[in-house]
């Protein structure tokens, strides 16, 4: 009990230590992924007639027990499985893989039955015998391939190919006159179960076939297939080149709509875009706008500051009061408004005269009209 405690121990300290990928374990339930190989097989099983058997020493079956339990490499346990393997498909194959892996060495023989017994017991086959033969010789799990192999298994049979067990499903099998030809070996204790595979099989194939014929016959018609060799009237032949026309017209149809609804969207896409951008554009130049030109915009700002600083630019100087005042000497070119004489130059005695009637100019500004135009006026003393 230690032992076995401490074994337990040490192999989820194994898994902590080697997790798997993003850190999974088997205690996840996320499998392992397995590290790539590339040894594989590179030819195909052998023929039993092909084979040289070692006759000299002798056959001892093993039993069931000793199989399970393992038998030594030059002993392995030789299981026989049979079948017709027509359209060979996945449930063949996980078949086979269950019949190899029944126990820890086993040597697995597969028998294939000839296209005269399948036809006579079963029924019509798609491949023929070679083909089937080709197909289970090339199965992974395969070691030795047993041709035109009997319908019901012969203790002689079982005697040449010093078979151990038989593999098959557990479901009895009633053909040539027996309603289960694996009864015997059942009873001799040979017998080792294995599962179906739901949901395949070659008759569920044939069945999908048949169900979609015309879809398959129009099939093999636009790959190259004339019509005698697909067994088709002149008549269906016609009809299967129409339909083909017709399915090319909807397909074409079906994208031209498929990309019109997708130009639609793209285009709505935009415009929604474009106009989400002109409002917010739309926005931004209307503030901008009246910044500028609002009642209390910077142009009314920038006007009056000019307006300002220009009168002030205009205006003279106030002199200190402190200082003595100057009296200008009236210009010599000066005219009198409004008159076309000149002035008689003016001497002392009339000095004082001139300056009480004379104008005299101070300064001049810019002030705004009411029709919005700058006007220079001039104040006069």
Known sequence: ???????????????KEAPGPNGATEEDGIPLKMPRC????????PFSDEIEEDFSKPYVRVTM??????????RPVRVYADGIFDLFHSGHARALMQAKNLFPNTYLIVGVCSDELTHNFKGFTVMNENERYDAVQHCRYVDEVVRNAPWTLTPEFLAEHRIDFVAHDDIPYSSAGSDDVYKHIKEAGMFAPTQRTEGIST??????????????ARRN??????????NVSF????????????????????????????????????????IQKWEEKSREFIGSFLEMFGPEGALKHMLKEGKGRMLQAISPKQSPSSSPTRERSPSPSFRWPFSGKTSPPSSPANLSRHKAAAYDIRYSYLEQSK????VLLTQVQ
């Open 371 to 374: 029709f919005g135009s700058y």
């Open 65 to 74: 027990e000793e199989a399970s339990r393992g038998t030594p490499c030059e």
């Open 1 to 15: 009990m230690d032992a076995q405690s401490s074994a337990k121990v040490n192999t989820r300290k194994r898994r």
């Open 38 to 45: 590339a040894i594989g097989l590179r030819q195909p099983a």
């Open 203 to 216: 008759s569920d194939i044939i069945t999908r076939i048949v169900r979609d014929y015309d879809v398959y």
């Open 221 to 230: 018609l636009q790959r190259g297939y004339t019509a005698k060799e697909l």
């Open 235 to 274: 008549i269906n032949e016609k009809k299967y080149h129409l339909q083909e026309r017709v399915d090319k017209v909807k397909k074409k149809v079906k994208d031209v709509e498929e990309k019109s609804k997708e130009f639609v969207q793209k285009v709505e896409e935009k415009s929604i875009d474009l």
